[in-house]
């Protein structure tokens, strides 16, 4: 990417005053006299009272100090510039802690680190007290994270949106093995990244009507009798690494236009004084509301739109301080929509553009399609947000008429060139007539879009021929491909300074910003000396998690063993449970004395299931079964363990993925748009056994087929089977391992209180159908795992392996990909302050 000729532009005069004073005042100091002047003038305490977290906000006071300056002059020198910014927008935002990060990508980490130590603290011991931001699931916002920070890093002009969570999704606990759900309240003792921006708050409006009013510029529709809420703004400051870059993140917080009824609080009524409060702000409080009822429908789509028309708001009147040019908007606003949750912002864009600043309709759309840009993360239709026209009309009635509309002329031009195809008609609608009449927003993204991408080669050709294909033959070249990548500075030199010592050591430090040059380790994999180094590196590691998971569970585990580890959301097509059956099948080789030359394993689960999805909540309780059970049998002894780690977050994995030796990426072929987490696993030196699914089938192409362990069916042979008529009874009765493993969990070996506890898991596999095809791949999975077992039994081998994983990873870099997105999607240039 070029860079900004106004990059270089000298600043005012004003502005350098500024800078070179806060240099001077904040952070020419000794960090050490810092922390203890913020211990004293921040929090009024002294050394000798001070608790952790005392010592933990005075460190973060310290390293905001050292963001602030260069937040200001970023936030300035894109306005004075006025150069064209990317505003990414997602309803998750998985952040994780911020002190660690900021410090080490400001470069002051070894000075915090030493402060701290002068005053008789540890960093690590002090990072610990920071809550993880519960502005996150999974995957999906875990990506939005890696981007904002390799924007950053890459001086890309860019602003985050999102929702400022006060409870996330919920805190998980394991009770009697099952998954109990706790409200996550992370801010109890305020977030210290923060800075509120009442200046900024923007009015989000519901329900009402739509009237027809004659004005001097013609007939216009009106939406009046609306319900209003406020949209308070937060910036979390993103700071690049390497750079003077700080981005901002901006989350909207719900508050009420009217916070407290004097009327009814005179006459008594207490409960209704506050009642329009508590109404406003329950958008904000929880990530992912229950959407199995109702009320958990329609405020799931006032969450969405809540912050949408905030954000779009905000964009539009950034830009209309800086431009007086309509036509100039595209040259100015890159809007990516970070999954179909955002979508709505098509419909608000044209809202705004049309009812507020009175554009015609056609220089609106104009604009839209060549500001907006859709990213899809799914591929089964099922996944797909649809809405019913009902709520569209109670919630947003303007919305829905504006829908109506840019349906209405899509459609006439699909007639217009496939003229006579009525089923294409109803296949690409943006109202689903056959489903009781529902808003598709998938479809409502990709038209009003310049680029739809998928986040994986494969998943990437699947839409173009499967989910899309329609969408595909009405606008050839609207789709393409970015493969998702990670952040090394959060997966790497954070997550696992351990490895990062050792590959500074050897290569240099500038891997942190290009991975490209991690691949001068490859060499290394044949160094006897380097491996042990590996090895002990990998070593501590597994101590390091091995303890982490006596704290967290009780369960004590032997660190010579393979560390085999699944760690995402728990969900059916992600096959958690085909590695439960498994471990089941170890567990009887073990006990039954087959199992000659057995390989220690411990096999270690995490992730949250919905808190509507009943089967994912069984499986977990069967995995902390399996594990009581298992754990608990002096036969296995060491031989076997199970795990599952609760409440899995972003600090969680920074202690997982360094300490696991095997990654398992495991889901139906077809089924994974991408996957993050066998990208962060490799990088840290696990090896993976997974798939042709989402993005192993790009590690596969990167690492060699020698270093990774590939099974099962691919996504043509998946679907062949299926429409050949798939029988699981076949597999089932064909495999007496699998029948055996089957019967203990259907005839309550493991729930012996309760017999028929797993009978709907059963069914699930036998008498519905096995979807996801377990049985079929089952056969396949144990071998790829003797494969697995048998590796890890020479170590130089498996030590070999891993450092070529290691150093074949560059392509997975969020680097890249953030690269892609603003050469051939945004058509953003790099922009240094």
Not at 20 to 27: G, M, V
Not at 251 to 267: G, I
Not at 570 to 594: A, F, P
Not at 790 to 810: C, F, K, T
């Amino acid at each position: 990417m070029a860079t900004n000729a106004k990059s270089t532009r000298s600043k005012t005069n004003k502005i350098e005053t500024i800078h070179n004073a806060e240099d001077f005042l904040l952070t020419q100091l000794p960090i050490s006299q810092a922390l203890r002047n913020h211990l004293t003038f921040s929090l009024g305490k002294s050394n000798s009272w001070a608790t952790t977290r005392d010592w933990y906000q005075t460190a973060a006071f310290t390293v905001r100090d050292h963001l602030m300056s260069r937040w200001v002059i970023t936030r300035d020198a894109y306005r004075d510039a006025n150069t064209k910014r990317v505003y990414y927008l997602s309803l998750e935002f998985l952040i994780g802690r911020m002190l660690s990060n900021a410090a080490l990508n400001l470069g002051v980490a070894p000075e915090l680190s030493e402060g701290l130590q002068e005053i008789g603290q540890q960093l690590e011991g002090v990072a610990e007290m920071e809550p993880d931001a519960a502005l996150g699931n999974g995957g999906l916002g875990r990506l939005a994270a890696c981007f904002v920070d390799s924007m950053a890093t890459m001086d890309i002009p860019a602003t985050g949106y999102g929702i400022r969570y006060d409870y996330g999704m919920f805190r998980q606990s394991i009770e009697g093995g099952q998954q109990v759900e706790n409200p996550d309240n992370w801010l109890r003792y305020q977030n210290i990244w923060e800075v509120q921006r009442p200046e900024h708050t923007c009015e989000v409006k519901f329900y009402g009507r739509v009237v027809q009013v004659h004005t001097e510029r013609g007939t216009e529709r009106h939406w009046i009798d609306t319900e209003s809420v406020v949209a308070m703004p937060y910036d979390v400051p993103v700071p690049g690494y390497g750079t003077q870059t700080v981005n901002n993140l901006r989350l909207w917080s719900a508050k009420a236009t009217k916070e407290f009824d004097l009327l009814h609080f005179n006459q008594g009524n207490y409960d209704k004084s506050v009642e329009g409060r508590h109404g406003a702000e329950t958008i904000s409080q929880v990530l992912y509301p229950n959407d199995t009822s109702e009320s958990g429908k329609e405020l799931r789509l006032k969450q969405q739109y809540f912050f949408v028309s905030a954000s779009t708001q905000d964009i539009l009147h950034r830009f209309i301080g800086n431009n007086s040019d309509w036509e100039t908007l595209p040259d100015k606003v890159a809007i990516q929509l970070n999954d179909t949750h955002p979508a709505i912002a098509v419909a608000e864009m044209m809202y705004q553009l049309i009812d507020h600043y009175h554009l015609t309709w056609d220089k609106a759309w104009s604009l839209v399609t060549r500001i907006f840009a859709y990213t899809n993360h799914t591929l089964m239709p099922e996944a797909l947000e649809t809405w019913s026209v009902d709520l569209f009309s109670s919630l947003l009635p303007r919305h829905l008429e504006i829908i109506y509309e840019i349906n209405h002329r899509f459609l006439q031009m699909v007639n217009q060139h496939f003229p006579g195809d009525s089923g294409l008609l109803s296949r690409v609608s943006i109202i689903d007539e056959t489903h009781g009449r529902r808003v598709r927003m998938a479809h409502l993204a990709v038209v009003g879009s310049h680029t739809v991408n998928g986040v994986a080669a494969l998943h990437s050709e699947l839409l173009r021929t499967t989910l899309f294909a329609d969408f595909n033959k009405i606008y050839p070249g609207k789709f393409t491909n970015v493969t998702n990548g990670i952040t090394p500075r959060r997966w790497l030199n954070q997550a696992n300074p351990l490895l990062t010592e050792l590959l500074t050591k050897h290569i240099g430090s500038g891997f942190q910003k290009d991975l490209g040059l991690i691949q001068k380790i490859e060499p290394l994999a044949e160094d006897a000396a380097f491996r042990k180094a590996f090895r002990e590196v990998k070593a501590a590691n597994k101590q390091r998690l091995a303890y982490k998971i006596l704290q967290k569970t009780g369960v004590a585990i032997n660190p010579q063993a393979i560390f085999d580890v699944q760690i995402k959301r728990i969900h059916e097509y992600k096959r958690q449970l085909l590695n439960v059956l498994h471990v089941i099948t170890l567990y009887n080789r073990i006990r039954s004395g087959q199992a000659k030359n057995h390989t220690p394993r411990v096999v270690i689960f995490a992730g949250k299931a919905a808190p509507g999805y009943w089967l994912a909540k069984q499986i977990i309780r069967l995995i902390n079964d399996v594990a009581t059970l298992i754990n608990n049998d002096p036969v296995v002894g060491d031989q076997l363990k199970v795990v599952f780690y609760p409440n899995y977050e972003v600090s969680a994995a920074e202690i997982l993925f360094p300490g696991a030796d095997l990654s398992e990426q495991i889901s139906t072929a077809g089924t994974e748009a991408s996957g993050t987490g066998n990208m962060k696993m490799a990088l840290n030196g696990a090896l993976t056994i997974g798939t042709l699914d989402g993005a192993n089938v790009e590690i596969k192409e990167e690492v060699g087929d020698e270093n990774i362990f590939i099974f099962g069916l691919t996504t043509p042979e998946v679907a062949q089977i299926k429409a050949s008529g798939y029988n699981p009874w076949d597999y089932y009765n064909g495999n007496p391992e699998l029948k055996q493993v089957i019967d203990m969990i259907g005839n309550g070996y493991f729930s012996v209180g309760e017999l028929n506890r797993y009978q709907a898991i059963v069914d699930t596999l036998l008498h519905k159908g096995d979807h996801y095809l377990l049985l079929a791949d089952y056969a396949a999975y144990v071998e790829a795992q003797e494969k697995v077992a048998a590796l890890y039994q020479d170590e130089e081998a498996w030590s070999r392996v891993a450092i070529l994983n290691v150093a074949r990873m560059a392509k997975f870099s969020s680097d890249r990909t953030i690269g892609e997105y603003a050469n051939r999607i945004w058509k953003v240039e790099q922009f240094k302050t």
